[in-house]
C-alpha cells in the first residue's frame, strides 16, 4: 500500500511568487495535517483538513491557505512568498476526524525554497 | 494552550547503554501523548503511543500526570537507534499534534 505521497519533492520559487504543494493521503484516510519544519523551529502545525472542511489552523497569515477535494488530496498554497517560508513541509493523514489522536502518518515532504 | 518540551537537542550515548530521552508537557486536560521518531532519510513515523502501553524496538514511555512527563526509555541502546526523536502531544479539543523540538540521539559504537 502506497504511504502519504507529496509533490514536488523540492521546489524553488521567487520571494512574491505563490508556491503549490500537494499531497496525497493513504488511501481510506479522510484526515490530511500540513506542517512546517523550517530550520531551528521544529515542526509547526499548519493546518488540518477533514472531509473537504479546514478544522484547526495554526498560528500562520492567511496567505497560507489550502484545500482538500473530493478524494481527500489537499493542496497548500503559500502566496506572497517571503524567505523565511523557506522550510520543509510535511503532509500527513490519518483516520477518521478524531484528528491525531489516531497514528499519523507522514509524507517524505516538499523542500521549499525561497530566493 | 499545549506545549511539549525536549530539553536535550542533543543525546549521545555509547552502545549497550541506558537512554533517556526527556519530554515535558503542558496541556489543561488529559493529552495524548506518542513518540515519533526519524531515521536517517525516512519519514516520521509513530514509535511509540502512552495509551497502548507497548514497548517497541526496546523503547517504553510511562506518563507521569504529576510531573507532567514522557521520557522515552532504553535499557540497552543499539547503534540502530540512531535518530531524531519527537516527542508528541493531542489535546484531545485540537485534534492535532503538537511537537517539541526534537532530540538527536547519537548511539557510539
Known amino acids: 500500500e502506497a504511504g502519504v505521497t507529496q509533490s514536488p519533492t523540492h521546489l524553488i520559487k521567487t520571494r512574491g511568487q505563490q508556491a503549490t504543494l500537494r499531497c496525497s493521503p493513504i488511501?481510506?484516510?479522510?484526515?490530511v495535517y500540513w506542517y512546517q519544519q523550517a530550520l531551528g523551529l521544529g515542526l509547526q502545525f499548519l493546518l488540518w483538513?477533514?472531509?473537504?472542511?479546514?478544522?484547526n489552523r495554526g498560528n500562520f497569515p492567511p496567505r497560507f491557505s489550502g484545500r482538500q477535494f473530493p478524494n481527500y488530496s489537499s493542496e497548500l498554497n503559500v502566496n506572497a512568498l517571503e524567505l523565511e517560508d523557506s522550510a520543509l513541509y510535511l503532509c500527513?493523514?490519518?483516520?477518521?476526524?478524531?484528528?491525531?489522536?489516531?497514528?499519523?502518518?507522514f509524507g517524505q515532504g516538499t523542500r521549499l525554497t525561497v530566493v | 494552550a499545549q506545549r511539549v518540551t525536549q530539553p536535550e537537542k542533543l543525546l549521545s550515548v555509547f552502545k549497550g547503554a541506558p537512554v533517556e530521552l526527556k519530554c515535558n508537557y503542558s496541556?489543561?486536560?488529559?493529552?495524548?501523548l506518542f513518540w515519533y521518531v526519524q531515521y536517517s532519510r525516512q519519514r516520521l513515523q509513530l514509535l511509540l503511543r502512552?495509551?497502548s502501553r507497548e514497548s517497541i524496538k526496546g523503547f517504553t514511555a510511562d506518563l507521569n500526570k504529576g510531573e507532567t512527563s514522557f521520557h522515552l526509555k532504553k535499557p540497552f541502546a543499539q547503534e540502530e537507534d540512531s535518530a531524531m526523536y519527537y516527542c508528541?502531544?493531542?489535546?484531545?479539543?485540537?485534534?492535532?499534534?503538537?511537537f517539541g523540538q526534537g532530540t538527536i540521539l547519537t548511539v557510539h559504537p
Open positions: 502512552h495509551i
Open positions: 508528541a502531544l493531542v489535546g484531545t479539543s485540537y485534534g492535532k499534534l503538537t
Open positions: 496541556y489543561s486536560g488529559s493529552p495524548e
Open positions: 483538513y477533514d472531509e473537504g472542511e479546514e478544522r
Open positions: 488511501s481510506g484516510h479522510t484526515s
Open positions: 500527513a493523514s490519518s483516520l477518521g476526524s478524531q484528528g491525531m489522536e489516531t497514528e499519523a502518518f
